[in-house]
């Protein structure tokens, strides 16, 4: 879809288009099943929040009265970091989690103007991710000798039935923005399309496995060419 809305550009009189760079909070979230709730597909209770930035470039056009599309690529880096847990008298347990994915975006959008220049924003599309790495890594302290030893989960490598994850992720995005003259404000959510899980069923456990990737994010950019 992209491919062929840039080779479309050139075929087509567009009055108003534009190339700029964005840059913002990207929030990714990895609901999954909990591994007590065997037969429920719809409890995705086991959460995953993770906190990064995404930056990128879009190319916007408005093609007729308002409606346009805006397409680009961005670069999202995420993690997050828990305290330390007590597992047991002997024991106390932190996790890190470390994620980087690459995006093709493709949003449909609609500008409403409401003064010389300025306009708000609604949009929808889809978006194609293409994971980097996620990397969960568990820190086990001795608490009586204070040693500590580390076990690093790459999880879109580990043979792990139930903490293997495809790399692959499709989502489709809602979310509303401010234009003013070459500078954006946009911010949406994300709705992940696909199961992440590699297995759909988990060896020697009967419960359906399911989950879903899905992402806020809030971006700011400017545009660095704008043709009004």
């Known amino acids: 879809m992209t491919l062929l809305l840039a ?51 879009t190319y916007d056009a408005s093609y007729i009265a308002g409606f346009g599309s805006s397409i680009g690529i961005n670069y ?18 932190r996790t890190q989690t470390i994620y980087n994915e690459l995006e093709v975006f493709v949003d449909w959008q609609y500008k409403f103007e409401v003064a010389k220049e300025t306009y708000l924003i609604a949009y929808t599309g889809p978006s194609i991710q293409c994971g980097l790495s996620f990397n969960r890594t568990s820190y086990m302290r001795n608490e009586v000798t204070d040693d500590i030893s580390v076990t690093k989960t790459p999880r ?48 020697g456990l009967d419960r359906y496995t399911r989950g879903r990737l899905d992402q806020w994010t809030i971006k700011i ?8």
Request: glycine share 10%; hydrophobic share 35%.
């Open 7 to 57: 080779l479309n550009i050139y075929a087509v009189d567009i009055p108003k288009q534009g190339f700029g760079l964005q840059i913002g909070f990207a929030q990714p979230i990895l609901r999954q099943n909990d591994a007590s709730m065997r037969y429920s597909k719809d409890s995705l209770v086991n959460i995953t929040r993770l906190n990064g930035f995404k930056i990128g470039l």
């Open 221 to 228: 950019g400017m545009y660095l060419w704008y043709n009004d």
């Open 76 to 93: 999202t880096f995420a993690g997050n970091s828990t305290k330390w847990e007590q597992k047991n008298i002997s024991f106390s347990e």
């Open 156 to 203: 879109y490598t580990t043979e792990t039935a139930d903490e293997a994850l495809k790399r692959i992720n499709v989502t489709w995005g809602i979310g509303a923005g401010f234009q003013y003259q070459r500078y954006f404000l946009r911010g949406g959510y994300e709705f992940g399309l696909i199961n992440p899980y590699k297995n759909q069923k988990f060896e």
